[in-house]
């Protein structure tokens, strides 16, 4: 599975791509906000884990973009992010985001997000 | 404190700065005219009756101008306490979460060397093989543990960042307010920091109350889903 990691921290970059690495997921593209995330996104892309607070197009509105396009509208979004006000977490379920993983994180944490948005996309697609 | 009342209150202080200097003005001595007692001669009967008067007029202007700078002080006050007080909060939780990361991380590290030790000890033993598998395994985790403490640099981050934005919030007002005593000499002031470099952060990003804060991440979107 390709996983598209969306942050500008490049330490959390190094940490979740590294995360995924040690749960068995070895492919994945990074960018650094969302708009750069939006040209990398391609169809090849099967799971994205988003920041919120990033420069030029923050996660939340990388997301609300994702969602309008065609490509966009199944691919799982997993938000990561500091962001923990209840309207942030609402936010974030309005525009799609399919879970969320409050900073910091554990990686048995980040495996198990990941496996419940699997379960619940394979439901859906059934 | 909302961005809107925090500008009706700046408003507010322009307002009441603007009178008091004013104030100040209309009582400054004309060019020429001399109302200083021991500049008058003695015989200025008319001017000398006038002394109370005008000693009246000064004491009540700078009462008054006493209780405006008390609003203004008042009004900023009650515009930046909170916003410093939050700060104050973030940076303290800045210092403690850097200080904890690198105990938790020297702490791991004491861990490893440990681990490298025991691999030396059994290196020559006959179970060699399968204890050294099995302490290897330990070590990847927990050098991998260390990783995962650095994230407490990209909450840092946003915590010093929000500190920033009030510096700047905090030196711009002052700039306007100091601005309309002076205009000539701060018109031409830059500000500090570079107010078009993208800034982005979370002014509520904590290290802190994690399991409570995922527990509501997971029950909101428990119930959406």
Known sequence: MKFLVVDDSVTMRRIIVNSLQRIGYTQTVEAGDGEEALCHFNSS??????????????????ARALRARPDGKQVPILMVTTRSMREDILAAVEAGVNNYILKPFTPPTLKEKIEQVMTVAAGAAA | MTARSASELLYDSEASLRLVDNAIGEFAPEEGRHEDAADMQFGDIDSLTKL???????????????????????????????????????????????????TD????????????????????????????????GRMRDELFGLMVHL??????????????????????????????????????????ADSSAPVSFDPDASNSDSTDRQALADSLFTVKR
């Open chain 1, 45 to 62: 892309i099967q799971f994205v884990i988003t920041d919120w607070n990033m420069p030029n197009m923050s996660g939340i509105d990388f």
């Open chain 2, 52 to 102: 109370p008067h005008t000693l009246f007029r000064a004491y009540s202007e700078i009462r008054s101008i006493l209780e405006r700078l008390r609003v203004s002080r008042g009004i900023l006050e009650q515009s930046a306490m909170d916003k410093l007080a939050h700060m104050h909060d973030k940076l303290k939780e800045v210092s403690s979460a850097t200080e904890l990361a690198a």
């Open chain 2, 105 to 136: 991380i020297l702490d791991g590290l004491d861990r490893s060397v440990a681990m490298v030790d025991e691999l030396d000890a059994i290196a020559e033993t006959p179970d060699s093989a399968s204890r050294g598998l099995e302490l290897r």
């Open chain 2, 151 to 192: 994230q407490f640099q990209d909450i840092t981050t946003q915590q010093l960042a929000y500190a920033s934005s009030v510096i700047l919030d905090m030196e711009q007002r002052l700039v306007q307010l100091a601005s309309i005593f002076d205009p000539k000499a701060f018109a031409m002031g830059g500000s500090l």
